[in-house]
């Protein structure tokens, strides 16, 4: 009986926490399919009645929405593209081989993650002014190129280094070089870690806004998470600031990808934040 | 065989270079380059001016909009990281024993995180307006007056900081991972003893976490004293500069006022105080951490 009761007790504090943090999502939803008039009324509602799409038009006709969605996939899929070619190799580097200095390298590879953005995003902004990269989507896709993502080394250098060398050497005699080793032999045995990079990869990119926001300039180069401000900011300087439709609309369009991912492939992601937490 | 001790520093050096090549160009260059626009005044267009410590000293002398960040940027971690990290610990406590439940509520408290952007705080902003937001109607049914929370000055700190907990998904996880290792043993042997479930989570859980709470509670300050896209979206450093954050002053001291050298200042100081805070931790925190692995 008590077992029961608290039982009871624990789903109830665990479902009234997940309804809060699931809050924001089911507000974007209800309110995205309300009417003007259902939306500016008090006390606020959470069904929609009757069910509308007109915000969801109103987002597809008036704004530049699939630029944005173009823009966005652009990016995110060369910087998953990137980061998976570079990663793979850095990481299988530092798993597999000694050198000089290794741990040295190591250690400066993990301290970047300390290096705040602020620090040199404006010698960044600078030389990509000189080269002329501003308002292209370079300067957000290079760093990823170059193994930018130190969590990402991280994941993938833990995985390797468990990966059976008697295979590697086995390989190794009968003559392959190191990199068919690698691609041919190590990474289609770890595709699971490197799924978990690529999604990371996605989520990150495509929720930045801070990137985006200093290096693109023209509309027609904005990402969505850059769109929906601007929509934001254009809307609530009028009369129907109220009618947050069109922003909710657009807010659910934008992180739709990251809950179809997320709903998918929920282990996944887990799996990723346990790994890299637990040796830190 | 080809295999020898220089060969395996030759590829060593041909694998990571990649990340060599971005180190040089794209952290340690820019982080020298922009300690030197730090002593000159830079405009973004013509060439930086050599001006000496005039940054440094204008920032710590006369500029009172750096003391308010600065106090902000303090303010907000102070609140922020010791609440997100104590929420992320009981959830975490909650969600320990294995068991289907237990799997599903991981998934949901763990995706804020995942869909943390500007669609989660544009919504948030929604939420808590002063008159019809669903949180005030809520607390008026619990006949509770809920104030303006981001145009009251008083009420905006903590209302970024009361979004905030919802991002703890990830810090959560990583508890729970650390909580999880520790063998059941100790706590069945604790029990014999008499020990209650207090004195479990102070004398055996939490020591045993210890280094997972040391990496969680450098990151949680990491990111809380550059926290700049959240307030920019829900209260735009307002009102009355209650929120400005010390990123958004050299934000705007670079890009909106044009003084890059002096946002290379201000961003140099920030890197420092990081650098600071993260190694007090550590060492304080030394003494206690366990290296068995």
Partial sequence: ?280 | MHYTRRNQAKYFYLFISPWLLGFFLLTLMPLVYSLFLSLTRYNGISAPKFIGLQNYTDIFLYDDLFKQSLINAFHYAIIAVPTSLTLALIIALLLSKESKASNFFQIVFYFPSVAAGVAVFTVARFLLRGEGGLINYVLSMLGIQGPYWLTDPSWAMNALVMVNLIFCGSQMLIFLAGIKQIPTSYYEAAKIDGAGKIQCFFRITFPLIINVFAFNLVMGIITAFQVFVQPLIMTGGGPLKKTYMYGMYIYDSGFNFGRFGYAAALAWIMYIIILFISMVILKSLQKRMNYEE
Wanted: net charge positive; aromatic share 16%; charged share 10%.
């Fill in chain 1, 1 to 280: 009986m008590l077992k029961k009761i608290r039982f009871v007790a624990w789903i109830l504090v665990c479902s009234v926490l997940g309804i809060i943090f699931i809050m924001p999502f089911f507000w974007m939803l209800s309110t995205s399919l309300m009417s003007t008039e259902q939306i500016v009324q008090y006390p606020p509602e959470l069904i929609p009645s009757p069910v509308t799409l007109r915000s969801f038009e109103y987002v597809i006709k008036s704004g530049d929405f699939f630029t944005y969605f173009k823009n966005s996939s652009i990016i995110a899929v060369a910087n998953i593209f990137g980061t998976l070619i570079s990663t793979t190799l850095v990481a299988y580097g530092f798993a597999k081989y000694d050198a000089p200095l290794k741990s040295f390298w190591f250690a400066l590879l993990m301290s970047t993650m300390m290096v705040p953005y602020f620090v040199t995003i404006i010698p960044l902004y600078s030389i990509y002014v000189n080269l002329k990269l501003i308002n292209t989507f370079a300067p957000l896709i290079l760093p990823n190129m170059l193994s930018a993502s130190a969590f990402s080394v991280f994941l993938l250098h833990q995985f390797f280094k468990t990966f059976p060398k008697e295979i590697e050497d086995a390989a190794r005699i009968d003559g392959c070089s190191e990199l068919h080793i690698l691609f041919k032999i190590v990474v289609p045995n770890s595709r699971a870690i490197l799924f978990v990079v690529a999604i990371f990869m996605f989520v990150w990119t495509w929720n930045d806004y801070f990137g985006p926001v200093i290096f693109l300039n023209d509309q027609s180069k904005y990402t969505l998470a850059v769109g929906l401000v601007f929509l934001n900011s254009s809307i609530s300087g009028y009369k129907d600031a109220l009618d947050q439709g069109p922003v909710m609309a657009m807010a659910l369009l934008s992180v739709l990808p990251i809950i179809l991912v997320y709903s998918c492939f929920q282990k996944y992601f887990i799996k990723g934040i346990v790994s890299s937490g637990l040796k830190g």
